[in-house]
Nanobody, 117 residues
Framework: QVQLVESGGGLVQAGGSLRLSCVASGGAGSINAMGWYRQAPGKQRELVATMSLRSTNYADSVKGRFTISRDNDKNTVYLQMNSLEPEDTAVYYC????????????WGQGTQVTVSS
């Protein structure tokens, strides 16, 4: 199965920036889609941003502030987070869907992002 290892979370003041990284290993060939989700205390996990070969999408709450990118040769996905707000505080999870024709997905362990006001 695919293993996802995340890094880059931490504590930052409002208006600051963080860059999250997620490295995928253990799969066969390139991964079709990778992305980021987040879960704040007391809330359900929500989509932040995803990127596949054919499309990229963002949650409305992060459009214009967050940017997702990929290094497909390294099976790595990044999330550049700018203009962070306290409402962005959450555990951020990396997600991978290796094959377009297979709905199987994998999750990372999560990395904490805390934005102080």
């Amino acid at each position: 199965q695919v293993q996802l290892v995340e890094s880059g979370g931490g504590l930052v003041q409002a208006g600051g920036s963080l860059r999250l990284s997620c490295v995928a290993s253990g799969g066969a060939g390139s991964i079709n889609a990778m992305g980021w989700y987040r879960q704040a205390p007391g809330k359900q996990r929500e989509l932040v941003a995803t990127m596949s070969l054919r499309s990229t999408n963002y949650a409305d709450s992060v459009k214009g502030r967050f940017t997702i990118s990929r290094d497909n040769d390294k099976n790595t996905v990044y999330l550049q987070m700018n203009s962070l707000e306290p409402e962005d505080t959450a555990v951020y999870y990396c997600n991978a869907r290796p094959r377009l024709f297979d709905a199987t997905t994998y999750w990372g362990q999560g990395t904490q992002v805390t934005v102080s006001s």
